[in-house]
Nanobody
Framework: VQLVESGGGLVQPGGSLRLSCAAF????????MRWYRQAPGKERELVAV????????NYEDSVWGRFTISRDNAKNTVYLQMNSLKPEDTAVYYC??????????WGQGTQVTVSS
């Protein structure tokens, strides 16, 4: 089982990044997928969540209207499109797969730095 994030990097305030998380070794389409982030000195926080079919999405208040979570079950991949990035979005972003009462998996994280 593996979750592999990519797409992080350094971007200027107001810029955009698209994170990807590819899943291996489990039935991706049966899992809720979530993006978390953890900034230095802070607790890990939930940023966005998408249902197994993609029909339901939810976001943390500070990213609402700027971030979009999506998934492609044919490609076993979940995405996080991040627009209008702010310095406070700087964090390590983690992909999470959850099937309640059955299993939960984490990726290794990808660094996002928003700075001029």
């Amino acid at each position: 089982v593996q979750l592999v994030e990519s797409g992080g990097g350094l971007v200027q305030p107001g810029g955009s990044l698209r994170l990807s998380c590819a899943a291996f070794g489990f039935t991706f389409s049966s899992y809720i997928m979530r993006w978390y982030r953890q900034a230095p000195g802070k607790e890990r926080e939930l940023v966005a969540v998408i249902s197994s079919t993609g029909s339901s999405k939810n976001y943390e208040d500070s990213v609402w209207g700027r971030f979009t979570i999506s998934r492609d079950n044919a490609k076993n991949t979940v995405y996080l499109q991040m627009n209008s990035l702010k310095p406070e979005d700087t964090a390590v972003y983690y992909c999470n797969a959850l099937r309640g009462g059955v299993a939960e998996y984490w990726g290794q994280g990808t660094q996002v730095t928003v700075s001029s």
